[in-house]
């Protein structure tokens, strides 16, 4: 019987009781609000985790990659927004997923794109569902909505012969900079209405405005209400990390992914424990520095999930490094111990595997494949 | 035919041309010192390059994981270092190996480990080779040299029944963080003079050192002289990368290793153009920001390999991030235009995809497999 033990590491253990959790509480967000959830998978590329966080909704999702729309279509999935700009490099996959069957919704924030992407469109002889990004305060990408362009892609879009207007669609990233749970708040209002006024301009041009999409873990979790909005694309929310919850979106005790690890190397003198999870198991993601200045690349667990109160400090290809102050600690971390580490960032964690060992009761009763790649 | 400008994006480019001269010139250095030569395979994970690292040498190679032992062993390589301190989660897979005929080398630096380890490999009627990992300044892992430690593990390994005392092996990790060539030279001489002197030593009290394994990309590079040594175990000068060339390993020319990515998005106002390589296709390393802190998460070339002097700047899953000084350069990065990513850290970018793209005189002739996993 395998159990935290006897896996291999290091390896990815997801509590599938906090996943359970915390679908049940964004999948209610969603449903008090009278919103559609499309969750991001990019979190987990997992079947069964979306299946998870899907139950109560339609089963659409949102994807980061093409590689995600093809794994989960040929496992039950079948409605999908591919949320990173179509580039004419994916134009010819997009359409072939598209003659496939299967319904696929891209973005587009640049003026040449619906006129270039109509063309390849038309000799297929598909029609492809295309949604307006907008950028809501992030500044990462999409249009901002008081430029001309937030209006005239819309209309490129609508005239297009082979092309549908599927929306406007946002996501609101900077809200993981944000210092306060009052400014998580704001920059979730700010989402919300720059979207909603946006779509009521589009529609005084006589523009049909099917969806107006928003979502981030972060706005989800703060918002007053999601009056004008029809969908919400939250993602991480599903794992959470060490992140997260020095953000204040969940607890410790929500975040549901850690790494297991054993103690390869420890060193008296100065304190310090190597672990075999390094750059390539947790990722090399900084974390919430702007925060916590010492929060490292991740927590140090027990093997029962409480925190032991140790960072790692220091991440080599597959040595991880930390200090450990107190004796009584360290005498215990011999050669061969293992701990579980709450990464930073659950989703780079997540990408490095290839999949999750499910934890239920101490146990561990399923293997989940992580759809990577491009 | 697959070209820089048709393969799907984000996905590895190696110049086999550079990647051949690399391995030439470590290959060179080895031969002139008369050391066997056992590269380190982490930063490809590759039996195609691993091939060409080892053409005119014993095909003894280095590994980071068991999973690289395994899937070179079914491709033709039969003898591995495992350089990464053996663990007790780790001693039946280790003795798995051996069992079906592979030769396999084993580290250690704990006094514990003789013990625990002979037992299994006494009941599995096997005999492990282990080295004594030796620490000369990079105090990640290893025993320091003047320490008893030193002197007892190896004759712990002799003595046990069912052991056999490989040598001493070291890294001198350190030399990343060296200020200048003189002082990489001389991390380099002290990496070889703590090593011949405590092999002498324990040679003294009657104890047999087979092998002295030195080895790291930058002091393989700068060392006078390598008597008394008699294995070198460089790995990531096979592709170098933007770190090492920051540091003088090598020139930037050197470099073999770059990923292709498309524009996603342009933002005139803020002269901010976005790719669809992001922390997965590069991964997050921050590089040499001891030594250039404008280095970012890579550099950004043209199709060419001409360095366009553009840093990404930022990464998030799968947007990464730059801005562009000049008009003329920010005219031409249309959505879709391809360029190709110097990473800073090319064993991580590495690790991150199933395969390398390999081009020769500007086309694709081939596609080598990546070896991931633990």
Redesign the interface.
């Known amino acids: 019987m395998l159990n935290l033990q006897t896996l291999?590491?290091?390896?990815l253990i997801l509590d599938s009781e906090r996943v359970r959790h915390n679908a049940e509480r964004v999948s209610q967000i969603a449903l008090n609000n009278n919103v559609r959830l499309r969750p991001h998978i990019?979190t987990h590329k997992c079947v069964e985790v979306a299946r998870i966080a899907t139950a109560k909704h339609t089963g659409a999702v949102t994807t980061?990659?093409l590689a995600e729309v093809w794994a989960f279509s040929k496992r039950g999935f079948s409605n999908f927004t591919y949320a990173?700009?179509?580039?004419?490099?994916?134009f010819a996959?997009a359409i072939e997923i598209v003659r496939s069957g299967i319904k696929l919704y891209l973005i587009t924030?640049?003026v040449?794109?619906p006129a270039t992407l109509n063309d390849p469109a038309r000799a297929a002889g598909v029609i492809l569902n295309v949604f307006l990004k907008v950028d809501c305060g992030y500044?990462?990408?999409?249009v901002?909505p008081n430029t001309k362009e937030a209006l005239e892609i819309p209309k490129q879009i609508a005239d297009a012969s082979n092309l549908n207007f599927a929306g406007i669609l946002t996501h609101a990233?900077h809200s993981y900079h944000a210092h306060s749970k009052e400014e998580i708040a704001e920059i979730a209002r700010k989402e919300r209405d720059v979207m909603v006024e946006l779509a009521e301009k589009l529609r005084g041009l006589g523009i049909e405005v099917p969806v107006v999409s928003i979502g981030s873990t972060p706005t989800i979790h703060h918002i007053d209400h999601l009056k004008g909005v029809t969908e919400v694309r939250p993602g991480n929310y599903i794992f959470f990390d060490a992140f997260q919850a020095t953000l204040g979106s969940c607890s410790f005790e929500d975040c549901a992914l850690t790494v297991l690890a054993?103690?390869?190397?420890?060193?008296r003198?100065?304190r310090?424990i190597?672990v075999?999870a390094g750059?390539?198991?947790l990722?090399?993601?900084?974390g919430p520095v702007e925060f916590d200045s010492t929060c490292g690349y991740g927590r140090v667990l027990d093997l029962a999930g409480n925190d032991l109160w140790l960072r790692v400090e220091s991440l080599?290809?597959?040595?991880g490094?930390f200090y450990v102050p107190d004796n009584k600690t360290f005498d215990k971390l011999?050669?061969?111990t293992?701990v579980r580490i709450l990464a930073n960032h659950s989703?780079?964690a997540a990408?490095?595997?290839?999949h999750f060992n499910v934890l239920e009761n101490e146990k561990i009763v399923d293997k989940w494949e992580i759809h990577?790649?491009?």
Chains 1, 2 share one sequence.
């Open positions: 291999k590491t290091p390896c990019k980061s990659t990173v700009p179509i580039e004419p490099g994916k996959e924030d640049d040449e794109i500044h990462r990408c999409g901002e990233g054993a103690v390869t190397h420890r060193d003198e100065r310090k190597i075999d750059a390539i198991a990722s090399k993601d900084r080599s290809q597959e040595h490094s011999i050669v061969g293992r989703c780079l990408a490095q595997h290839t990577r790649g491009w």
